[in-house]
């Protein structure tokens, strides 16, 4: 069962020579093949690191040298197909438009990740550019990789945007993997795939080279089996970036260990609200969230129940402005950096090339919200100011904030969204609900930790902070994950367990 080990344990047996960083690495790459691309056929993997094994058989050496870099050393991960890396794997976004598209060097964040002693093993399939294409898209599916699947339930969809890189860690694929969020792309796919994702502060990591939607909200953040996975990758991701003004803000609150904030007994004496406005979407992910209420009670927690958050219903016509702004200008600044041997280098491009190509680009849905992002003017719009201002104060000062600080809150919960629907050629996605726009729109932390499931389908619960609060959610995300046992491997299922 070793795809089912933490990176701790992945480590320990790589310390006592059970195992090397080439062996493990070589097991990921047969469950790859046995799993992902035949089986099952997840379809999570997008690209495999031709140079893995090398990678690996380098560690392995300096680890017979006595040169541990760290609790990664030696340990694969996989990586959303939207961010850089220098070597012989592709940055496409998933999509056909960027096919070939070699980046110059390696996103800062990859930077730190290989000089923690992380072996990169592939990139992950994704809702193509991130899932801003159309409001009709199909989460999993891009032109260039397909559609990715749900291992709990084969027909059911990943969600996304980051659906490879949750697929992949809740199958046992990679010890851990990176995705990114700009509003709900990290914790909605690891909810739906029942592993823990979390969206970190606006800044605590380097956006510098991960194709943008959104620079006022994008960040990449770590999606584990465990919540201890994902703080040692976190610890390892996050730092300054002098090309990132966003992590300016984060100086002196970057960590190099978040291992001491992880105890067991994290849940007592916190105050944590309830957002009651943020349920209600599904009945049984109701009764689910009960259920964790009453473990956190019988934790110690002081639960304010409710704690609603006002502002929550109030931001989606000002957040898409902002989104279809930012991604314009910040889209164009990506693709004008790109070589000679990439098809696009601007938003037009795309749209162009996306039409000239329907057939494979489009088969299912359209490009609406690019042609509108299009039509969009420059960042010194009087709308978009005004919009991105709105967003703050909503999100923010009106938000999450002010619940905070009214009822003397460490944290609020909710229920991260409904479970994973059916993949709809027809209807595209038809999501219930979820709790990731008002943290991603304030660009404030967000951690996801299985909760339960509903006809053998996992649901999460969130924890949404302040900013920078990371110790502290991933202290009441451990405490509530040790409790509560929740998370089930997936048995790859045809369809979901639905008793009449």
Not at 237 to 253: N, V
Request: charged share 20%; hydrophobic share 40%; net charge negative.
């Amino acid at each position: 069962m070793i795809e089912e080990f933490s990176i701790s344990q992945l480590a320990d047996l790589m310390h006592s020579g059970e195992i090397t960083s080439r062996e493990l690495v070589s097991t990921y790459l047969d469950r790859i093949e046995s799993i992902d691309r035949s089986g099952p056929a997840l379809n999570s993997v997008i690209e495999i690191n031709p140079d893995a094994l090398d990678i690996a058989e380098m560690l392995d050496q300096e680890r017979e040298l006595g040169q541990v870099r760290g609790p990664l050393h030696g340990i694969p991960i996989l990586l959303k197909d939207n961010i850089d890396t220098a070597d012989r794997m592709q940055t496409t976004s998933g999509s056909l438009a960027l096919e070939g598209s070699h980046a110059a060097k390696d996103a800062p964040l990859v930077a730190r990740l290989r000089q923690a002693g992380a072996v990169i093993l592939g990139k992950t399939n994704l809702s193509e550019w991130a899932n801003f294409r159309s409001p009709h898209s199909i989460s999993g599916w891009s032109s260039r990789g397909g559609q990715t699947r749900n291992p709990y339930a084969l027909d059911r969809n990943p969600s996304g945007s980051s659906s490879g890189s949750a697929v992949a860690v809740a199958a046992g694929l990679c010890a851990g993997a990176v995705g990114t969020e700009t509003d709900g792309s990290i914790t909605c796919p690891a909810h739906a795939n029942g592993v823990v994702g979390l969206k970190p502060t606006l800044g605590l990591v380097s956006r510098t080279g991960v194709i943008p939607i959104a620079h006022s909200q994008d960040t990449a953040g770590p999606m584990g089996r465990t919540v201890s996975d994902v703080a040692l990758l976190l610890a390892a991701m996050a730092g300054g970036d002098p090309e990132d003004p966003a992590t300016l803000a984060a100086e002196g609150r970057f960590i190099s260990d978040y291992t001491p904030y992880l105890k067991p007994d994290g849940l007592k004496n916190a105050r944590i609200g309830v957002a009651r406005n943020l349920f209600g979407f599904h009945p049984l992910v109701d009764k689910v969230m009960e259920s964790c209420l009453e473990i956190m009670k019988a934790c110690g927690a002081d639960l304010i129940d409710p704690a609603n958050v006002d502002t929550a219903d109030k931001l989606a016509e000002t957040e898409m402005e902002v989104l279809h702004y930012e991604f314009k200008d910040d889209l164009n600044k990506y693709l004008s950096r790109l070589g000679p041997e990439v098809q696009v280098h601007s938003l037009e491009d795309v749209i162009n090339f996306n039409e000239k190509h329907r057939d494979r680009v489009m088969p299912y849905f359209g490009q609406e919200w690019m042609l509108i992002t299009q039509e969009k003017g420059p960042l010194t719009d009087e709308a978009y100011l005004k919009a991105l201002e709105t967003n703050h104060r909503l999100a923010r000062t009106d938000g999450i904030d002010a619940v905070l600080q009214k009822h003397s809150l460490d944290a609020i919960v909710a229920p991260t969204a409904g479970p994973a629907w059916l993949i709809d050629y027809v209807n595209g996605d038809h999501s219930l609900g979820r709790a990731s726009s008002l943290p991603a729109v304030a660009g404030y932390p967000h951690i996801t930790v299985p909760a339960g499931f509903v006809y053998g389908l996992p649901v999460g619960i969130s924890f949404i902070g302040a900013a920078f609060s990371e110790p502290l959610l991933l202290r009441l995300a451990y405490a509530f994950e040790q409790a509560s046992q929740a998370r089930r491997p997936p048995r790859f299922l045809p369809t979901a367990e639905i008793q009449p």
